[in-house]
């Protein structure tokens, strides 16, 4: 299964990636941290590993390491705006809980 974004999001991403010298698309991974277990990361791909995974949704590669492929398959990233703030938000058919602070998810 694949990574996908909205069209909102795609345009965001899109608006960042052209101020990132060598950017190749854009990274999306987990962490552990939080107290429900992980955290996502989104930065700038500045290459493609050997375990890495490459999909193209709106436009934008999407590059996602095989171990955090395991937690993100399926997802959709969106970029929302709620009052004054804005970042992404994750709709990932893998996630059983989340914190209550909504930073981190758990997948067990």
């Known amino acids: 299964m694949e990574i996908t974004m909205t069209e909102r ?7 960042v990636l052209g101020r990132q010298e ?3 698309g854009l990274r999306v991974g987990v962490k ?4 429900s277990g992980y955290a ?3 930065e700038a ?4 590993a050997e375990d890495d995974r490459v999909f193209e ?5 999407v590059v996602v390491s095989e171990k955090s492929l395991t937690f993100l398959a ?4 969106d970029y929302v705006r709620e009052g004054l703030n804005a970042g992404f938000k994750f709709h990932n058919p893998n996630v059983k809980a989340t914190c209550g602070c909504g ?5 067990g």
């Open 9 to 15: 999001a795609a345009a965001h991403v899109k608006r």
């Open 22 to 24: 060598g950017a190749v």
């Open 32 to 35: 552990t941290t939080g107290c």
């Open 40 to 42: 996502y990361i989104v």
């Open 45 to 48: 791909a500045q290459g493609v």
């Open 57 to 61: 949704s709106n436009g934008i590669k």
């Open 74 to 77: 399926g997802t959709e990233m």
């Open 103 to 107: 930073e981190s998810f758990n997948v």
